[in-house]
Nanobody, 125 residues
C-alpha cells in the first residue's frame, strides 16, 4: 500500500484547508485511515482516525474544527480543517492500518502499517 498526501499550504488564522490522502496498491486490506501531525522536536500525534464501519474519531484539540472522511471507493481519506490556529502549524501525515485493533491503540503511531509523506500546514498572519 502506498499513500500520497497533498493539500498542505499556508493559511491565515481562522482559515480552512482540506488535506487529501490517496491510497494505492492493496487497498482492500485497509481497515483504518488516519491523519497525524508533527512539529519539530515533538512526537507525531494523532489528529483524527476513520475506521471502516465505525464513527470518525478526533483528538480534543481538533474536535469541532475538523472532519475526516473517506470517499465511496475507500481509497481516499480527507481531512477538512476549519478555524485553523497557529498551533495547528505542523507537518501532517496520513497513515493506514490493515487489521482491526482496539480503538485505544489508534493513538500510537506504531499502530499503523503504512505512512504517506508529510504535507506542511502553516497557519500564520
Amino acid at each position: 500500500v502506498q499513500l500520497q498526501a497533498t493539500g498542505g499550504g499556508s493559511v491565515q488564522p481562522g482559515g480552512s484547508l482540506r488535506l487529501t490522502c490517496v491510497a494505492s496498491g492493496s487497498i482492500f486490506a485497509i481497515t483504518t485511515m488516519s491523519w497525524h501531525r508533527q512539529t519539530p522536536g515533538n512526537q507525531r500525534e494523532l489528529v483524527a482516525t476513520e475506521v471502516s464501519g465505525g464513527s470518525p474519531r478526533y483528538v480534543d484539540f481538533v474536535k469541532g474544527r475538523s472532519t475526516i472522511y473517506r470517499n465511496s471507493d475507500k481509497n481516499t481519506v480527507y481531512l477538512q480543517m476549519y478555524s485553523l490556529m497557529s498551533e495547528d502549524t505542523a507537518v501532517y501525515y496520513c497513515a493506514a492500518r490493515a487489521s482491526r485493533i482496539v480503538l485505544s491503540a489508534l493513538r500510537s503511531p506504531t499502530t499503523y502499517d503504512y505512512w504517506g509523506q508529510g504535507t506542511q500546514v502553516t497557519v500564520s498572519s
